[in-house]
């Protein structure tokens, strides 16, 4: 008995934008599972780093993430079902960056406590997300929009993780803050 063949780009065709929207939530709470638990110890670690006074709330930062992977995943269906797409390639190399990152970060600021690494990586998440909105922007509008609001986050964040690198010590790296 031969096993049928599953066209996985014709089930990304079908994925409704509510469907979409329920996996963003999915992957954005295994992105904070990376992190460890919410544990005491996180919370305190979190509460007594020096933050940019423009800084928002901390509760901000798991919805803007799903509604940046919400819109991911929207560039990546069409990315994914456009094979003829110029750049394709180059965007889905980027997407994959994007996506270790934001799968990695967690583990990174919260288990290894590294401050100058989450802003290397917040800083990365930036160059990437803005080069994927220059490369889609040149070939397909749509798919260069779904990353507009990765890249205004990014950039955004990017200053907050600068700061708290430079005003905290980096328990991983066992470095003091270099600014006082």
């Given at each position: 008995?031969?096993?049928p063949i599953i066209?996985?780009?014709?089930?990304?065709?079908?994925?409704?934008?509510?469907?979409?929207?329920l996996i963003s939530v999915a992957v954005s709470l295994l992105g904070k599972l990376a992190g460890g638990n919410d544990?005491?110890?996180?919370?305190?670690?979190t509460k007594q780093l020096k933050q940019g006074p423009w800084a928002p709330p901390a509760w901000l930062f798991g919805p803007a993430w799903?509604?940046?992977?919400?819109?991911?995943?929207?560039?990546?269906?069409?990315?994914?079902?456009n094979e003829q797409m110029p750049?394709?390639?180059?965007?889905?190399?980027?997407?994959?960056?994007?996506?270790?990152i934001f799968f990695s970060f967690s583990y990174v600021y919260f288990r290894k406590k590294s401050t100058v690494l989450a802003a290397i990586w917040t800083m990365s998440d930036a160059i990437f997300a803005?080069?994927?909105?220059?490369?889609?922007n040149k070939v397909d509008k749509?798919?260069?929009?779904?990353?507009?609001?990765?890249?205004?986050?990014?950039?955004?964040?990017?200053?907050?993780?600068?700061?708290q690198a430079l005003?905290?010590?980096?328990?991983?790296?066992?470095?003091?803050?270099?600014l006082n």
């Open positions: 008995m031969q096993m066209n996985t780009q014709q089930i990304a065709n079908k994925l409704k934008w509510w469907q979409i929207a544990t005491d110890e996180q919370k305190l670690y799903t509604i940046n992977n919400f819109f991911l995943l929207i560039g990546l269906r069409r990315l994914y079902t750049e394709r390639r180059k965007l889905l190399i980027l997407q994959a960056m994007l996506w270790v803005t080069a994927s909105f220059m490369v889609a749509k798919v260069s929009m779904t990353y507009l609001p990765l890249t205004a986050w990014t950039l955004f964040a990017s200053t907050l993780a600068g700061y005003k905290n010590p980096d328990k991983a790296l066992g470095t003091p803050a270099l």
